[in-house]
């Protein structure tokens, strides 16, 4: 399917080649994880504590996607026992800028976002006792 008139967002145009781009970057995991990366630097359990609930398969699972889209840089330290730190790339970088607006706009609408979630929640309730 190719789209045409939307100059450089033809993301619809190239589906198979965007989806699954799109599938990781949008991970709720992966939006956590370049959160926490933003400002520093860190280790693998620092990132651990910051992103609440993930598990360290999870957590693992994330960083080896982002390093393999270039977006993470893992760097090994030579001591004993052998310390690793995760960090942004500059592409990594200019990736947070997007989803860091996504993320404080999913704060600023919360609210709204879980009062219309209410309301369609009633509103299927009740249908489903009606019928």
Not at 93 to 98: A, D, G, H, K, Y
Request: charged share 25%; glycine share 6%; proline share 4%.
């Amino acid at each position: 399917m190719k789209v045409t008139g939307i100059g450089k967002y033809q993301v619809l145009g190239t589906c198979r080649r965007v989806s699954p781009v799109l599938s990781r970057l949008g991970d709720k995991w992966t939006v956590l994880v370049i959160t926490a990366l933003r400002e520093n630097p860190r280790r693998f359990n620092e990132i651990k504590r910051m992103v609440d609930g993930i598990s360290q398969q999870m957590l693992t699972r994330t960083l080896k996607s982002l390093e393999r889209d270039g977006a993470v840089r893992r760097t090994i330290f030579s001591t004993n026992p052998p310390q690793v730190r995760y960090e942004l790339t500059e592409f990594g970088r200019s990736l947070s800028v997007p989803l860091l607006a996504l993320g404080q706009w999913v704060v600023d609408h919360l609210d709204e976002i879980e009062r219309s979630q209410r309301r369609f929640d009633q509103k299927t309730q009740s249908a489903t006792v009606v019928a």
